[in-house]
């Protein structure tokens, strides 16, 4: 009998390691599918982080923040945050929401399907300018194109960022509006980077001098200098 005994417990062994043989390459080929693919990483950490999608708000920087248009009830978290300057590039002012006096208002309406490097140094210079005072928010309607645009302009410019860096955020970050995104990938792409640093480096309204606005500049020198 106790023959018998060990014999049945060799024989229940064997099967045991026989099944876990046969369990190994399963559990491979299971760890193979569940494990991350290469490509499909977590979110860039320097990339805009989410901070609340119903404006499509996100932190770009400590101190530079990107959204759609906020509503009145939208402003609580904005003081909470620390917004200091609320700079809009849709055709519609602030009045209506922002009542904080507290808060500069900016206004500096954009079209993706128009824009030039006169729009973006203004709006380059006045984010930089607001910086200096505190927090801002640079916002659209949607959150995505105009400002999209100029987020990206202000990673190559300000961070060192490459185009095709830029270009990744404003496609990958989830801030939607891809499919209208073509007129602002065009201006990306063309833009002439260190004529645009040059530009502002100088206080140069423009890296034309032929742009409306250097004209504009000279002849009122030249007025005033009559």
């Given at each position: ?92 002012g602030d009045e209506q929401w922002l009542k904080d006096p507290r808060v500069v208002q ?108 250097a004209l504009k500049d000279r002849l009122l020198g030249v007025i005033e200098g009559v």
């Amino acid at each position: 009998m106790n023959r018998f005994l060990q014999g049945l417990r060799l024989a229940l062994a064997s099967l045991v390691f026989l099944g876990a043989l046969l369990a190994l390459p399963l559990s491979m080929a299971w760890a193979a599918t569940t494990a991350p693919v290469p490509g499909q990483s977590a979110r860039p950490v320097n990339w805009a982080q989410p901070l609340d999608s119903r404006i499509n708000l996100y932190r770009m920087t400590p101190d530079l923040y990107r959204s759609a248009l906020p509503s009145a009830g939208d402003l609580p978290q904005l003081q909470a945050l620390g917004i200091a300057t609320v700079i809009n590039f849709y055709q519609r002012g602030d009045e209506q929401w922002l009542k904080d006096p507290r808060v500069v208002q900016v206004h500096l309406p954009l079209r993706t399907d128009r824009i030039d490097d006169a729009d973006v140094i203004e709006v380059l210079r006045s984010i930089r300018q607001a910086q200096s005072r505190g927090r801002v928010l640079i916002h659209c309607k949607h959150g995505q194109n105009r400002t999209g645009l100029i987020a990206a302009m202000y990673r190559v410019i300000y961070q060192n960022w490459s185009k095709e860096q830029a270009l990744a955020e404003m496609r990958g970050g989830g801030f939607g509006g891809e499919e209208r995104m073509g007129d602002a990938e065009r201006y990306l792409r063309d833009a002439d980077i260190p004529a645009l640093r040059s530009a502002l480096a100088t206080g140069a309204c423009s890296t034309s001098a032929w742009a409306l606005c250097a004209l504009k500049d000279r002849l009122l020198g030249v007025i005033e200098g009559v």
